[in-house]
């Protein structure tokens, strides 16, 4: 017996389906065109070396091609891939096709930019290609149905911006390229969040949100790694100054946080405490406060409140297990560092090991409270 025909039974004795629908189902997936993976994949294979044949006869000649031929051949394919998305688009029986043809449209118009740039010598950073690239592909890539185009657009937006931001002359000949690096590290991150919290009222830019709080979040890990790592003993020379992007980055986003209506009270509080809590990691555990410990202090709880957040929240649970993990491994370390001796260091790895266990234990019993709380309290 199948595994699909278990699940399907199983379903009907737990009354969640009718004998009816599942036979229906089970009709409906035993008519489901047989799909060869071998098959596909040596047809790609064979597609992926005719291309790579076709585009080594161009390069062999490329010199000798005339520069009206290279953009007019370019623009052709252009239009081409265009109609063809357009006549794809939506079509129920072959979902990915236009997602295919809108990938080759976007390399496409990437490999137009070089084109345009190699004939014409229009000279020019590559971070700036990538930014008009972002440019005058987003109304193309808004048609896609699936995450990934959305995801990859956001990445090379935000790689080309902060690239393009860190070489503008004024940051690239800072006397202190140190203290700049540190202030990026505080920004970059709540840019992000702020980015994905306008598109907050916009549900067909929920591809793009999630990729930029994706990246809000691993910005923000790295943040606290960098403080937490290398701390005021390696870092000496931070200023407030190359901090004030952040402060009023972290300020914008304070705001949006206590007019936005999708989460209660306690979510806002929670959310608002994490991020002041962030914002003064930086001047406190790098210019203000030499006590050894404080940049643990905040870690740990700037990661628990993150964790209580993200925990509460089926689709963001990979995230809660990845905060749960960071703080294991924390806890690990204070141990390491504040213990001395093989036995001490013992004891302080079955302690830690036990403190993990009964927080997750803690968690587990009572998240169901928990959750009744984040998501039931009222704003």
Not at 89 to 97: D, I
Request: neutral net charge; proline residues 4%.
């Amino acid at each position: 017996m199948s595994k699909q025909v278990k699940r399907l039974q199983e379903w009907v004795a737990l009354g969640l389906i009718s004998q009816e629908q599942a036979d229906q189902i089970q009709r409906h997936e035993e008519n489901r065109p047989a799909t060869s993976w071998v098959l596909t994949a040596f047809m790609s294979l064979g597609a992926f070396v005719i291309g790579i044949g076709v585009i080594s006869l161009v390069a062999a000649n490329w010199q000798d091609i005339p520069d009206g031929v290279k953009l007019g051949a370019d623009l052709l394919l252009l239009i081409a891939l265009a109609i063809a998305i357009v006549q794809t688009h939506g079509s129920p029986t072959k979902p990915w096709l236009p997602e295919k043809l809108l990938v080759g449209f976007l390399l496409l118009c990437m490999a137009s930019i070089g084109l345009i740039s190699q004939i014409y010598h229009t000279g020019g950073k590559l971070e700036e290609a990538l930014l008009f690239w972002c440019l005058i592909t987003l109304p193309a890539s808004t048609l896609s149905r699936r995450d990934f185009i959305p995801f990859g657009w956001t990445t090379l937006f935000l790689g080309a911006g902060f690239t393009w931001i860190m070489t503008l002359p004024m940051i690239e000949n800072h006397p202190d390229p140190e203290s700049v690096w540190v202030g990026f590290f505080l920004a970059a991150p709540l840019a992000s969040a702020l980015m994905a919290r306008l598109l907050e009222s916009t549900p067909k830019a929920k591809a793009y949100r999630n990729g930029f709080h994706f990246y809000a979040l691993v910005g923000g890990l790295l943040g606290i790694m960098v403080v937490d790592v290398f701390g005021a003993n390696e870092i000496k020379t931070i200023t407030l100054e190359t901090l004030l992007p952040g402060f009023l980055l972290g300020g914008l986003l304070l705001v949006s946080l206590t007019i936005r209506g999708d989460i209660n009270r306690l979510q806002r509080g929670i959310l608002a405490l994490a991020l002041l809590l962030y914002m003064a990691l930086f001047p406190t555990c790098l210019l203000w406060v030499k006590w050894p410990y404080m940049d643990v202090l905040f870690t740990l709880t700037i990661l628990g409140l993150m964790a209580l957040h993200l925990g509460s929240t089926p689709h963001n649970r990979p995230w809660f297990h990845l905060l749960v993990f960071l703080m294991g491994l924390r806890f690990l370390g204070i141990y390491f560092e504040a213990l001395e001796g093989l036995a001490a260091t013992g004891v302080g790895l079955i302690v830690s090991g036990t403190l993990i266990i009964g927080l997750l234990e803690v968690w587990r019993r009572y998240t169901k409270i928990w959750q009744r709380k984040l998501e039931g309290l009222g704003s």
